[in-house]
């Protein structure tokens, strides 16, 4: 089995064995043989008989995970986002018919071909900007039939080539369909037969809820969430975007992977969140799109919560394709560390989606890196608005660049 190196300036591994909060090797070379990592450390220790491509004063890091998405949807919501950046409010526009109800309307009318290949184009351009693991969600089906078909439209992208790795997510409650006329049924049916159906199917790995005032209750998202605990299913929830209803302390007692947005979140459920191990995942773009204050970080940090970053990617409140982008306001408006930021980006968004074999950079992890033409990995979060990666590399494969030429392989290292 033929192996491939890669040798930089410095290596950000992310291993926490390794000394500093990055592992940072200088001088450093990384082997990968069959999909995994052989080999991380000290160029002058790299085998002798693997041949390194040197990129010279340039940083090497695990590929980016991107734990937060809703990357599978069509159409588009410019005409809300004018109607917001005029003053208008994201509440006052759903409750008008716009918002998640707008893009269920595309997604309903779509063909499974046209919203598999939307996806996988869109996953090709994240994966351009060195993201070798995106979690997508459905939640714009509404109906079980629409859900399922956008589950199946994930799938489909997912075994696309030159894609980055899919964790596809029910999002089994995130609006009521315009044809439910009993709130209470609908969440029962939901629980009884959409979920353990997805589960039978696999097409998720995770349910997940909108907890928060307009949307769904605690008492509802645990109907849901215990639910896909029982069929063998993990659990994400969103939290407490507008406002505090509970979802913290819900998505501790659930045990949750992460509770996602908290920009309204008590101490009480901070210290759950932090007794449960459960994950904050921060969506700035979002943020910044609604004009809302940061979520309570310092408070998050203080307790000891994981913090991870995530794009949010969607139609409405984050469109973005772009976790670089995330980042960048991680740091600048949420006051993150630029190691807090990569380590949440790398390491702990593999764990908040369960992967214990991305994120980091050491001998037997998959072999996810991306070689960035930048000197140092603080450049990463700065504001460049194009990407500013030399090869992204997904299970040992090259995702890109792509195919330059006829007859070149871009699946494969070169």
């Known amino acids: 089995m033929r192996a491939r190196g890669f040798a930089a300036a410095r290596v950000v591994t992310c291993d926490p064995a390794r000394d500093g909060a990055l592992g940072v090797v200088k001088d450093a070379a990384v082997v990968e043989r069959g999909g995994l990592i052989a080999f991380v450390g000290a160029r002058a220790d790299a085998p002798s008989d693997v041949p390194l491509r040197d990129f010279g004063e340039r940083v090497i890091t695990p590929g980016l995970v991107d734990s937060h998405t809703h990357a599978c949807w069509v159409g588009s919501r410019h005409a809300e986002y004018e109607l917001r950046m005029q003053g208008a409010d994201y509440e006052g526009i759903a409750r008008a018919g716009g918002g998640i109800a707008s893009t269920h309307a595309a997604v309903a009318a779509a063909s499974l071909e046209r919203l598999a290949t939307s996806l996988a184009e869109r996953l090709k351009r994240m994966g351009a900007a060195g993201v070798t693991t995106i979690e997508v969600k459905s939640g714009y089906g509404l109906e079980p039939a629409y859900e399922h078909k956008q589950l199946e ?178 740091v600048r408006d949420y006051g993150l560390s630029i190691e807090e930021a990569i380590l949440g980006s790398t390491r702990h968004a593999a764990a908040a989606l369960g992967l214990v074999d991305r994120g980091v950079l050491r001998q037997g992890a998959r072999a996810d890196l991306v070689v960035w033409d930048l000197p140092h990995e603080a450049a990463i979060v700065q504001p460049w608005g194009v990407p500013k990666t030399l090869e992204v590399i997904a299970r040992g494969k090259r995702i890109y660049p792509a195919r330059r030429a006829k007859g070149t392989d871009s699946s494969s290292v070169s």
């Open 153 to 330: 439209a994930i799938a489909d992208a997912a075994r696309r080539p030159g894609v980055p790795d899919v964790v596809p997510t029910l999002l089994a409650l995130h609006a009521l369909p315009a044809s439910c006329r009993d709130r209470a049924a609908y969440i029962a049916f939901v629980a009884a037969e959409l979920v353990p159906d997805v589960a039978r199917a696999g097409r998720a790995r995770f349910v997940d809820a909108y907890v928060d005032r307009g949307a769904f209750t605690a008492d509802e998202a645990r109907v849901v969430a215990s639910a896909a605990r029982r069929v063998g299913l993990g659990v994400r929830l969103h939290v407490g975007q507008f406002a505090d209803v509970g979802g913290a302390e819900l998505a501790a007692s659930l045990e949750a992977l992460s509770a996602d947005h908290l920009e309204h979140v008590s101490a009480d459920g901070i210290a759950a969140l932090a007794r449960a191990g459960v994950a904050a995942t921060l969506l700035p773009v979002a943020g910044f799109t609604l004009a809302q204050l940061p979520p309570p970080v310092a408070a998050l940090r203080a307790a000891g919560v994981r913090l991870v970053v995530a794009s949010d990617a969607n139609p409405g409140t984050a469109p973005t394709e772009s976790l670089p982008l995330a980042l960048c306001m991680s």
